[in-house]
């Protein structure tokens, strides 16, 4: 009885409720927007959720992370939400990974999922997981929130992928932590990503997939549109990798200031700030490898590296 005033629904019934039960969904975040991401698909009986998180719970997180309580604060995300969604719904399998989601452990978890939903919030993951979806013909559910307004999209699975409709980064880009964020329009963009991946999992027409939802509750407004056309840029930007995939012969450079990450992105990173590396010469490395907090100076400072010296140019997954 427990999904019978889901299966009353002509479009989910009783052949969608086992399509739910049978799927494997990868969920990458577990903060805001997992928060309410991850107890909608766990309600919903959807059957294999892993779960991929670096942080721990911290009490400025609760106002609207609230799959957390005051208990939680300092263990691991990823191991509190499992243990939380496994006693709202013990048919659900729900495995967490603590870890940083990085290309190298996409790959290896991307293959075990039919879908994954991007709630990290962050440049460098939503890029990477986009390039990884998009060849491995994977659906991706992305969110992005701050302040009083975000939007979420489906990409990728035979639609465009990320970089088709945000073939580059906006001029400036802020965190929740730099620029704030409310509670509720969080769990709002939480709960289109859960009902996005229902859709998607259930074979809803129309698809999520190609369609992107803006809500604004500044003023009060929701738009949406649909991009099933949009081409996929010629000439792609910077590809984001992994540590792992560091070259021997590529030079590292971590744009941040000791002040702001007293460890460096990787052994072998020279520290600079953007306007030192906008005169950089590399040289002889083979590629410039760059890093910051959000991916958005890194990403800059690839794309001006290619284009003024033609050498290769990636940005690092922080």
């Known amino acids: 009885m427990r999904y019978a005033r889901q299966t009353l629904l002509p479009e989910v019934g009783a052949q969608g409720q086992a399509r739910l039960g049978a799927a494997r969904v990868l969920v990458v975040g577990a903060g805001g927007l997992g928060s309410a991401v991850l107890p909608l698909l766990a309600g919903a009986g959807v059957g294999h959720l892993r779960i991929i998180d670096p942080d721990r719970v911290e009490e400025t997180n609760l106002h609207r ?20 969604l496994a006693a709202l719904n013990p048919d659900c399998q729900v495995s967490a990974c603590v870890a940083r989601l990085e290309p190298g452990l996409a790959r290896v978890e991307l293959p075990g999922c039919d879908l994954v ?24 559910v992305s969110a992005s929130v701050l302040g009083r307004a975000g939007y979420v999209g489906g990409f990728c699975g035979g639609a465009p992928s990320y970089r088709a409709l945000f073939p580059d980064l906006p001029p400036i880009a802020q965190s929740c932590a730099t620029a704030g964020v409310m509670g509720p329009v969080v769990a709002a963009l939480g709960a289109l990503q859960a009902q996005m991946a229902l859709s998607v999992l259930l074979g809803h027409d129309p698809s999520p997939l190609g369609q992107v939802l803006k809500l604004d509750l500044a003023t009060w407004r929701q738009s949406g549109f649909r991009f ?5 840029p010629e000439t792609p930007g910077p590809a984001v990798i992994g540590r792992d995939e560091v070259q021997p012969r590529d030079l590292v450079i971590d744009l941040r ?13 020279c520290r600079l700030s953007p306007d030192q590396a906008a005169r950089l010469l590399p040289g002889a490395a083979a590629r410039v490898v760059f890093a910051c907090t959000t991916g958005l100076r890194a990403w800059r400072a690839a794309r001006e590296m290619t284009a003024r010296t033609g050498t290769p140019a990636a940005v690092l997954a922080t």
């Open 228 to 232: 099933d056309a949009a081409p996929e």
């Open 257 to 269: 200031a000791e002040a702001e990450a007293p460890c460096p992105a990787h052994p072998r990173a």
């Open 65 to 84: 992370q609230i799959l957390y309580r005051m208990a939680d604060l300092g263990q691991p995300k990823a191991e509190v939400a499992a243990r939380e």
């Open 117 to 140: 939903v991007d709630a990290a919030d962050a440049f460098a993951v939503t890029y990477a997981l986009s390039d990884l979806c998009h060849a491995a013909g994977k659906p991706l």
